[in-house]
Each structure stands twice: as C-alpha cells, then as structure tokens.
C-alpha cells in the first residue's frame, strides 16, 4: 500500500510539472529552430548558472554579470552586451531602479551594482540614476525619470499570491491598501499610475534563491526556499511573472509531491492580461528562450 501511494505521489508530480513546462518547452524549441517569436514583447529570458551562488549564499558578481548580459543579447537579438543595452536604455534618459528590500529575500546588492554600471557605461550620468524601493514618491529621481527598469526577487505572498514585477510597483501607489481587494487582483491598475505608464524598459524577476511556500504576512523560512540560480528577464512583466510562476507552481508540486495550489491564487498575473490588458499571460503566446544550467529548470 505504502508503494502504491509512493508511486501514485511521483505519477501526480511529473504529470503536474510536465503539463506545466509543455508549451514553454515547445515554443522554446521554436526559438532554437531559429524561428522567429509571434511578438518580440513576449519573448522571455530564462539565464541560469549553477556557480552564481557562492558557499555563503552571495551572488556571484561576475557570474551574476554574465548571465545579464547574456539574457539581453538573447532578448534584443544584438551581437553584442553594448548594442543590446543601446536598445534598452539611452545616454539621455533619466533611470529609475525599481528594486525590492524586503529583509528575508531583497534584489542582490550585486545586481542592483551591475544595473547602475551598466547604465553608466551607456552614458547615463550617475545623477540621473536611483536605486529605490519604498521611497519611490519621493525620490527626485524617479519623480523626473524617463526610464524605469524593475527587478525584484520571486516569492510567496501572503496577500496576492506571490510577490512579483506586477506588484513591485505598488510603492508607486499613494494608498498601496487600495490595491488589496480580492487577493490583490487589481494589481495591474498601478501600471497606468502617471509615474509609471510607458517607461518601463526591461523587467527582470530574480530566481536566485525563489521563495515557493509561507503562512501568514511575515512569512519565510529558509527550508522554502531553494538554489535555482536564475534570472528571468523580458519587457512584458505579464510574461516574465507568468512563467516565474509557474515554476514557483512546479516546486511546490515537486516538494509537496502533490499539486499544492498557492492560497491565495496569484489571480492578478493573469488578470493583469484579461481584464486590464497590460500584458501576455497566455503561455502559448510566450516564447521562451533557454540560456545556460538547464538541470532541474521545473519548466
């Protein structure tokens, strides 16, 4: 009896992760094939190394490094780091980098190091660019910013589901609260706040060490979280936070060895799509492309 309900948790596992990875999985291949994506705002960067972490758990900066400008090669089809950064940003742009500090899982210091080099090497001047979070309404940079890259860290939600480049924004609300309604499922309204629309220019969701599992509002516990040693990295943040999601799905089927549905729904990513239009949640119109580690990728 034991074996059987061994047997039938693994059936339900790999069922679950292969469902959820087939269609990425086909239009990655699409990708390798040399064809062209049904849209360049739905391509999506999937960068992963397996040193980029090192035995105390810091990003590797080099590494770290490489693996971004790699993905924005992949991204932009450039040939070069330089070229493809050209077409990201400009020497005349004002930049604002939306990050994330939450204490338990923050944007690593190192990439937030690297953004700001990288803009700078195009020639931005360093005075128009800022590195801020909470402070966002009152950073005079960002109040006058033409540009804005957001990059934060995947995890669980207690609130909306998982925390996710959708919902990174809404420190640019004046009453973030007015966002919480139904799980958070409104969350894309914030992307039409005066400060924000049209100025987003690369979105990148940090899946170092993704958080798949909590309870409560305060949630982490380390046993929960797991080195995958990625970055996923588009223009579409529907997109990016679509497939994020899904491997967040993925682990949690995997460790719980039985489809484990988050509470709450992450409803706002594919609401942000449906109902608010800001972006592609559909996986068979995502194109996915594959760079790097590729073991145990969940999708």
């Not at 020497?91 to 700078?120: C, F, H, M, Q, Y």
């Not at 589901?161 to 914030?190: Q, T, W």
Request: charged share 25%; glycine share 6%.
């Amino acid at each position: 009896m034991e074996q059987k309900s061994i047997s039938r948790r693994r059936l339900i596992k790999e069922t679950a992760i292969a469902a959820i990875g087939s269609t990425l999985l086909f239009n990655s291949k699409l990708m390798a094939n040399g064809q062209a994506p049904k849209s360049p705002n739905t391509k999506v960067i999937l960068v992963r190394d397996k040193n980029v972490l090192t035995a105390d758990g810091k990003a590797n900066r080099e590494i770290l490094s490489r693996m971004l400008n790699d993905a924005i090669i992949a991204l932009t089809s450039e040939k070069t780091a330089t070229a493809a950064w050209k077409k990201i940003i400009q020497p005349s742009d004002v930049l604002g980098i939306k990050t994330n500090v939450w204490s338990n899982l923050a944007t690593p210091p190192e990439l937030e190091e690297i953004l700001k080099e990288r803009a700078i090497e195009i020639g931005i001047d360093s005075g128009n660019i800022s590195i801020n979070d909470r402070g966002v309404l009152k950073d005079e940079v960002f109040k006058r910013a033409t540009a804005l890259i957001n990059v934060r860290p995947m995890r669980t939600h207690s609130w909306a589901g998982v925390g996710s480049l959708i919902k990174n924004y809404i420190m640019f609300a004046e009453r973030p609260a007015d966002y919480h309604d139904d799980s958070c499922a409104d969350l894309a309204k914030v992307w039409n706040l005066e400060q924000i629309k049209g100025k987003t220019r690369l979105n990148i969701l940090v899946m170092l060490t993704p958080l798949f599992h909590g309870v409560g509002p305060h949630h982490f516990n380390k046993k929960y979280t797991w080195q995958y040693g990625g970055l996923l990295v588009g223009i579409d943040p529907v997109a990016v936070d679509s497939v994020g999601l899904r491997i967040i799905e993925a682990k949690r089927t995997a460790f719980f060895e039985e489809t484990t549905p988050l509470n709450p729904p992450a409803k706002h990513i594919p609401l942000a799509d449906t109902r608010h239009h800001l972006g592609t949640a559909d996986v068979n119109k995502i194109d996915l492309v594959r760079i790097g580690w590729e073991e145990e990728s969940l999708i």
